[in-house]
Nanobody, 120 residues
Framework: VQLQAFGGGLVQAGGSLRLSCAAS????????MGWFRRAPGEERVFVAA????????DYADSLKGRFTISRDNAKNTAYLQMNSLKPEDTAVYYC??????????????WGQGTQVTVSS
């Protein structure tokens, strides 16, 4: 299984970014997907997740209303739309594929991460 996250970059506070995660090596539509992030000097933390069907989503409480997770099973790709970005959103963002189709889940394959930097 390979996951490639991309779409990160440098953005000003208040701006938006959309991250993408392209998956291969597994039937994408059978597995939930998640996004996590690791800020400098901190542990990796949960950001958002979406079930295999896309009908169910879950978010870190602090990110609800600003971040939106979605997926396109026809394109084997998951997305993370990030709006109203803040400097504290600066982190490396990782996508991961879950062990099953439903939420909550644990994750067994991880992408390499994409850097998001939000300037004040």
């Amino acid at each position: 299984v390979q996951l490639q996250a991309f779409g990160g970059g440098l953005v000003q506070a208040g701006g938006s970014l959309r991250l993408s995660c392209a998956a291969s090596g597994r039937i994408f539509s059978l597995y939930a997907m998640g996004w996590f992030r690791r800020a400098p000097g901190e542990e990796r933390v949960f950001v958002a997740a979406i079930s295999a069907s896309g009908r169910n989503t879950d978010y870190a409480d602090s990110l609800k209303g600003r971040f939106t997770i979605s997926r396109d099973n026809a394109k084997n790709t998951a997305y993370l739309q990030m709006n109203s970005l803040k400097p504290e959103d600066t982190a490396v963002y990782y996508c991961a594929t879950a062990r099953g189709p439903v939420l909550p889940s644990t994750y067994d394959y991880w992408g390499q991460g994409t850097q998001v930097t939000v300037s004040s």
